[in-house]
């Protein structure tokens, strides 16, 4: 057993499900829980127990510590594949496989380009509530929030009535995609009050590089955002994958049911 310096946990070595060539990939928000919510008890034994049939991995474009607030504590020891970000930070069978960095890949004087101009941007949005964390620095992606991620869930509910009534998010990324137009940055509407940035290519679909060609006979992705713009599209069409598009947890429970045990 080994502790790594991001989760602080030790690794484990999971025991082999009965056809482990097959691989289903779940999101967290929306798939395996309500939208920043916590996975309920019935659906993590379902998880559990599906991963006695076929292997399991978790792809979710939040940071490990918000995986670990929806999925547990022990969420990268949970299934063999645990992906956060994205798969930037990425872990098999509980052991770190890599972390890749935006500040390293992009160079600072662009990251001060990207914060200088959003905040400014930022100020000059008129929406009934601001809070806090506006711009959230994660190794792999900035997670922008024109309300803040301190709100409350009843805020976080409310902005995004206002926020799709308005375009606010979609507008702000038009506007981006002018400004830095040299960086080749891909912009991802994830969820209720912010959107991701990242390099072009470090989508969902990079998570796949930790899978090899020939371990999987059949590798299935499950999500709820899996429209074009959505933080899913990308692995939900991508070649090597077998997409899935879901409406809650309990409707993914439901197709694996029907696709894997029975
Ligand atoms: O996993 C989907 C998205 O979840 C959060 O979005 P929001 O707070 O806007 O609902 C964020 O963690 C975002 O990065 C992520 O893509």
């Not at 620095?137 to 995004?160: A, H, K, L, T, V």
């Not at 891909?186 to 796949?208: A, H």
Request: glycine residues 8%; proline residues 4%.
């Amino acid at each position: 057993m080994t502790e790594d310096p991001i989760s602080n946990k030790k690794a484990k070595t999971t025991m082999a499900p009965a056809n482990p060539r097959i691989i289903a990939l779940f999101d967290v928000d929306g798939t395996l829980t309500v939208p920043r919510g916590e996975i309920t008890p019935e659906m993590l034994e379902f998880m559990k127990t599906l991963s006695t049939k076929i292997t399991v991995g978790i792809v979710g474009g939040s940071d490990l510590p918000k995986q670990e607030e929806q999925l547990g504590a022990n969420v990268v020891n949970l299934f063999p594949y645990n992906f956060s970000q994205n798969g930037l930070v990425a872990y098999k069978d509980g052991e770190l496989q890599e972390v890749q960095t935006i500040a390293k890949f992009l160079g600072e004087e662009n990251i001060k380009r990207i914060v200088n101009w959003t905040m400014r941007y930022l100020a000059d949005i008129d929406i009934p509530v601001k809070r806090g964390t506006f711009i959230e620095f994660r190794s792999g992606m900035m997670n922008i929030s024109p309300i803040g991620r301190n709100c409350s869930r009843e805020e976080r509910d409310d902005y995004e009535k206002v926020d799709l009534e308005r375009g606010i998010r979609a507008n702000m990324v038009k506007a981006m995609q002018a400004e830095f137009a040299d960086l080749n940055l891909t912009y991802s509407i994830g969820g209720q009050i912010s959107f991701d940035v990242f390099p072009t290519g470090w989508d969902k679909t990079y998570c796949l590089n930790f899978l090899k060609e020939g371990d999987f006979d059949e590798i299935h992705f499950f999500g709820d955002k899996t429209f074009e713009g959505g933080n899913d599209y990308e692995i939900y069409t991508s070649e090597r994958t077998i997409g899935h598009t879901v409406t809650s947890p309990d409707d993914t429970k439901e197709q694996c049911t029907k696709l894997f045990m029975s």
